[in-house]
């Protein structure tokens, strides 16, 4: 019984179609589409699918995971940079605390060798000194004397500037350098970090799957769109107008829309935008009536209530009386 009344009501609504469409020669139905907005998804690098949770028609919600990916490279790059890190804190922490207390240690240890070497040489170059005025050494052993004297003032200078360096506090210009490369290390850490959340693909929005391109085992590449869908927030209805009737609609008013396919039903759907067409390939009605050289437009409508329009088909069938 409820087939037959079914039955009755298409035949009444195509009645009226005809009846409007041909009676006077007054075009005041227009046929249209329910249309959605597409969402496409691709990885952002190249893997085998592992696993997919989802199936073709299935709705699925923000954060929802879709598929999981094997990409063997990530752990190794997660590996290096998290080494790399460890290595430039290591080198930061030394720049911004200074050497070791045995490092301090070591290091006046050879000051003070170098200053014993010094002062020896002192002594010993003024001893030959006066030996060599009264002619009693050879000018040989006198430059002999010189050069070890010379040769220990150099390294006690070094030492003396190690010592310094040691004790005399850190140079900022160090401490920079070394938080630098630990900072840049970081970001290296947190990029393969993120790289490595990229082995799941994530439903952005809510939205129904229309398509799903590959299967489990098989290698998906960057950019490659893997899941195809809808966005269920985005419903609307579209018509195409001729140039001759656009006038008769205005943007911003409310409409009352049949569904011929689901038992008459009517929505209430908001004009939201008038576009030209500029190709045919464009118009979402099937059987436009226009005039050769007439400017076709399209009509964009939102349904008021956006959850019951979520239910609705991609593609169904919609008219419009004016």
Known sequence: MKTRNYQIQILIT???????????????????????????????LAGRILKIYVHESQIVHAGDTLALLDIPEIHAKVQQAEGAFFAASSQYEMA????????????I??????????????????????????????????D????????????LDAAEAKKQEITGGLRDEQVRMAQGQRNQAEGAV??????FKERYMIAPKEMTIE???????ELALPGYNIFVGYDLNTTFLRFTVSESNVSKFKADSV???????????????????????AKYAGKTTSYPNYQLGETVYELKYEPTDKELAKKYFNNFTVILHY
Request: proline share 2%; with cysteine; glycine share 4%.
């Open 190 to 195: 947190n990029e393969a970090h993120t790289a």
């Open 144 to 155: 002999e004397v010189c050069s070890k004297y010379n040769m220990a003032q150099s390294q």
């Open 109 to 142: 240890a050879m000051y003070k060798a170098a200053k014993e070497q010094f002062d020896f040489a002192e002594k010993s170059l003024n001893r030959i000194k006066n030996m060599y005025n009264d002619s009693l050494v050879s000018p040989q052993a006198y």
């Open 96 to 107: 911004k605390h200074g050497a070791t207390k045995d490092q301090k240690q070591q290091v």
């Open 211 to 217: 398509t799903i391109a590959l299967h489990e085992g």
């Open 255 to 277: 409409y009352d829309i049949i569904l011929p396919f689901k038992n008459g039903e009517i929505v209430k759907a908001k004009l939201l935008s008038i576009i030209e067409l």
């Open 14 to 44: 195509l009645f009226m179609f005809l009846l409007t469409s041909c009676g006077n020669n007054k075009h005041n139905v227009l046929e249209g589409k329910v249309k959605r907005e597409t969402i496409s998804l691709a990885p952002k």
